[in-house]
């Protein structure tokens, strides 16, 4: 078996324990993971302050930091077949998806080098004749940065990204489930030169090691992708050393197709949204909205295109939908399909656990119409569709905010002012029209409710990694006057 290492204060080491790690189109060990524990964590947290504060970072420039981002960038696009690789073993996510993912993430590091010496302060015109005052920005501290196993290298560039743009240090703790490519990016970050403590990345369990990563009284800000329930424990954790948190949690994005779309444009972009990465995307499209004037058209497109799907082994680049990341993962998704179907929803495709070795599960299309089904509410995290129908733009828009959720959505109509009004409407933080699944560095991204909260892309998401300092100086030469006076 493949055997990784920790990465902290530069070297790298072993944790406290080990672990084995799945290949999930097998459900076999593949290779030995670190287990780091608290004094792992403890070590990596203050390397990374030693480092803000005292070590060669704390005085480098703006733009020397830039030209470091710049070199981890062409690294990871020249290491992105190999990345891409571990990223589908460890994980099963398919390998037409990470080769492409992984070779634009370098686009995410060249996006925040170019922002490095661009996070200016600014000047203030301030009421008080005899003072000049200005407001640096500065970085907010030492980041815990906790990503999950699902494109992870894309999660983890969107906070190391703009924080290192920012000038903060860093500990990574990449899931459990499937740690390998980050253990390995590891290596590009030490091979572009970043001083020891800047960047640590290390793996572990929640309680031993997520749990003190979030609570230790050097963080100064913890990053987090995942779900609720945990982020409700992350910001417990924050309690204790008041850390300020951005959580890009889950979602149940409503997917509205009305009567004038384009159908079969449609259909290809609701695959995408719900089957792609066998439909472990936290925008996945997973609530089918459409007009009951071609509800029935639309539906018999779709299970066509999901029964042609390629299911096969993740590393064959002709392999549209591979295994689920976990044993775990599916028995979810096989569990809420059957209380679905027990409440009433109607398979029209798929629903089964296929025979064999992984953790396979086929595309599924549930019909939910007239039925309170618990797929419309929850996250599957899979590859299963819920689809209702609706007769009104004002019934859709009802549909597409009944959730406590608010990540994603999309629309598909030729009707332009239709097209505003439900911009306009939907309460979520990205709304894609006529295309879905769209990224860039430039564009920030994020949610509303459930889906948590803060940006990760953009400009904003650097000034998050920042605060201010003000500034203020005293220009007149006489002597302070009453000292009892505030001035």
């Not at 992870?152 to 500990?171: D, E, H, I, R, Y």
């Not at 995307?281 to 295109?305: M, P, Q, T």
């Not at 549909?399 to 911009?423: I, K, P």
Request: charged residues 20%; proline residues 6%.
């Amino acid at each position: 078996m493949q055997r990784f290492q920790l990465y902290i204060d530069g070297a790298f080491c072993d944790g406290e324990a080990s672990f084995d790690s799945v290949d999930p189109a097998t459900g076999k060990a593949w290779a030995q993971m670190p287990e780091a524990r608290e004094t792992d964590v403890d070590r990596a947290v203050e390397s990374a302050h030693k480092a803000l504060y005292d070590g060669p970072w704390s005085k480098l420039t703006a733009t020397q930091r830039g030209k470091l981002l710049y070199k981890l960038a062409d690294l990871v696009a020249a290491n992105a077949a190999r990345l891409a690789e571990l990223e589908t073993r460890d994980t099963g996510k398919i390998i037409r998806e990470t080769s492409a993912q992984i070779a634009y993430v370098a686009e995410y590091y060249r996006y925040y080098a170019g922002i490095a010496d661009k996070i200016e302060g600014s000047y203030l015109p301030i009421d008080k004749p005899d003072m000049e005052v200005w407001l640096r920005r500065e970085p907010v501290g030492v980041v815990a940065m906790v990503v999950p196993w699902n494109s992870q290298l894309f999660l983890s560039a969107v906070k190391l990204g703009p924080a290192l743009a920012a000038g903060c240090t860093l500990v990574l703790k990449a899931s459990e489930d499937g740690p390998a490519p980050l253990l390995e990016f590891a290596r590009l970050v030490h091979e572009a030169g970043f001083p020891p403590g800047v960047v640590n990345i290390i793996t572990g369990f929640g309680p031993s090691c997520g749990a003190a990563l979030g609570r230790h009284p050097r963080i100064a800000h913890v990053a987090f992708t995942g779900g609720p329930e945990t982020a409700r424990h992350v910001v417990r954790n924050s309690a204790e050393n008041l850390a300020s948190t951005s959580l890009e949690l889950g979602g149940k994005s409503p997917f509205i197709v009305f009567a004038d779309a384009d159908l079969e444009s449609a259909a290809n972009a609701q695959v995408a949204g719900i089957f792609a990465a066998t439909g472990q995307s936290c925008v996945a499209g997973s609530r089918l909205i459409v007009e009951a004037s071609v509800k029935d058209r639309f539906l018999a497109l779709l299970k066509r295109k999901a029964e042609a799907v390629r299911i096969g082994s993740p590393l064959d680049m002709a392999t549209e939908v591979g295994p689920l990341a976990t044993a775990r993962q599916r028995q979810h998704i096989d569990a809420l399909v059957e209380r679905s179907s027990a409440a009433g929803a109607r398979v029209v495709t798929g629903g089964r656990v296929p025979v064999g070795e992984g953790f396979y599960y086929p595309p599924t299309i549930l019909d939910c119409d007239g039925v309170d089904s618990p797929s419309l509410a929850e996250e599957f995290f899979g590859p299963v569709l819920s689809v209702v129908s609706f007769e009104t733009e004002e019934e859709a828009l009802r549909l597409a905010n009944d959730t406590v959720y608010g990540l994603a959505s999309g629309v598909f109509t030729q009707n332009l002012t239709r097209a505003h009004r439900l911009m306009k409407g939907i309460r979520a933080g990205v709304v894609w029209v006529n295309t879905y699944r769209a990224v860039s560095p430039i564009a920030p991204f994020g949610g509303f409710g459930l889906s948590g909260h803060g940006r990760e892309g953009g400009l904003a998401a650097a000034l998050d990694y920042t605060r201010t300092k003000t500034v203020w100086l005293r220009t007149s030469d006489d002597p302070i006057p009453d000292p009892f006076v505030m001035r």
